[in-house]
């Protein structure tokens, strides 16, 4: 096999989004150091697909970085993951399953990480059209965050700028799917729940919700099973 020269870092959680991304990285031809992350999330069986995926598509490295992240969040905290009868019905604030400065601190270590291999181009799987409405998820803050990590960084000083990528930013749920299923994503390998009971999505909370609607949209089976 040709030696890959590009190289590149990705945040890889698991789920159907950044499993998506790792594809597209792969067939860029990218030689991919992968990270996830354990933050004591109820949704941590993730992380084992993530380790999956990781295998299957010849990363380089995959790394689980373990932090502990404070509560506050229905996420890491002993809080009601909220439930919702279809897309439409979820509201437009930012929900409770919101992590205060998640991709704020995934990126921040991503950078370093990437700074210590020398390595411009960082990867992650934020969506702005089809989402809860975290706030970090948004273009606005990856721009600014890239400017503020080449202005604090000594790769950034140096001018061998940092690249954050986000493929999916613009994307509908249902073209992100579309994006998987050509790049031969095995979608049974990924997890979009907040709330999984035993080996089912509870399909329910909002991650759930927004999945389905785009196997739907896209017209391709989604292969897991629900737990309603």
């Known amino acids: 096999m040709k030696k890959r020269t590009k190289k590149c870092v990705i945040l890889l959680s698991g789920g159907l989004d950044s499993s998506v991304v790792l594809s597209i990285c792969n067939k860029l031809k990218y030689e991919i150091y992968a990270i996830s992350f354990n933050y004591k999330q109820r949704h941590a069986k993730e992380l084992d697909l993530a380790k999956w995926q990781a295998k299957k598509n010849n990363v380089k490295s995959h790394k689980i970085f373990n932090i502990d992240l404070y509560g506050g969040s229905a996420l890491t905290d002993n809080i009601k993951v909220p439930e ?16 205060a400065g998640r991709n704020l601190v995934f990126l921040s270590i991503a950078a370093g990480y990437a700074e210590s291999l020398d390595i411009n181009d960082i990867y ?41 990528k986000t493929p999916l930013i613009n994307l509908s749920k249902g073209e992100i799917v579309l994006v998987g299923k050509k790049n031969n994503v095995d979608f049974s390998k990924t997890s979009s729940c907040y709330n999984p009971k035993n ?3 509870c399909g329910l909370c909002d991650s759930c919700l927004l999945r389905q609607k785009g196997f739907k949209d896209a017209k391709v089976k989604d292969p897991l099973v629900y737990d309603v």
């Open 124 to 164: 992650i799987g934020v969506n702005s059209v089809d989402y809860s409405g975290y706030p970090d998820c948004r273009k606005e803050f990856i721009v600014s965050f890239e400017k503020i990590i080449n202005r604090c960084t000594k790769k950034g000083l140096e001018g061998r700028s940092f690249r954050i």
């Open 84 to 99: 919702n009868k279809d897309v439409s019905s979820i509201p437009k604030t930012i929900p409770v399953t919101y992590v």
């Open 199 to 201: 080996s089912k999505s």
